[in-house]
Nanobody, 127 residues
Framework: QVQLVESGGGLVQSGGSLRLSCAAS????????MGWFRQAPGKEREFVAA????????YYGDSVKGRFTISRDNVKNTVYLQMNSLKPEDTAVYYC????????????????????WGQGTQVTVSS
């Protein structure tokens, strides 16, 4: 079973940047798409971004398109989320997750099963 640990969250001013990391251990994630999701207090979990198993394809939620960039390093078994031009509405706990289907990619990636999940990292953007 793979374990995921997110890091890189923190407090940043509006317009600032953060880079989140998701380190996997236990087994390789190189055969699976990876996703970032977020959940703000009182709100449902929201899809943020996904990247294909080989890094050749990415997909973003509308609210972060053009500001966030997902990437991965399969040698390091790590996925990243570069977040620029942060806004107060980006405040949430950010989670990474493994797509359950090996070598799967499609434009419906956000609705396909993900798991396991990391414990999350808090991102707070002040106005």
């Amino acid at each position: 079973q793979v374990q995921l640990v997110e890091s890189g969250g923190g407090l940043v001013q509006s317009g600032g940047s953060l880079r989140l990391s998701c380190a996997a251990s236990g087994r390789t994630i190189s055969a699976h798409a990876m996703g970032w999701f977020r959940q703000a207090p009182g709100k449902e979990r929201e899809f943020v971004a996904a990247i294909s198993w080989n890094g050749g394809n990415t997909y973003y939620g509308d609210s972060v398109k053009g500001r966030f960039t997902i990437s991965r390093d399969n040698v390091k078994n790590t996925v990243y989320l570069q977040m620029n031009s942060l806004k107060p509405e980006d405040t949430a706990v950010y989670y990474c997750a493994v797509n359950k289907i090996a070598f799967w990619w499609g434009t419906n990636i956000a609705t396909t099963p993900f798991g396991p999940w990391g414990q999350g990292t808090q991102v707070t953007v002040s106005s």
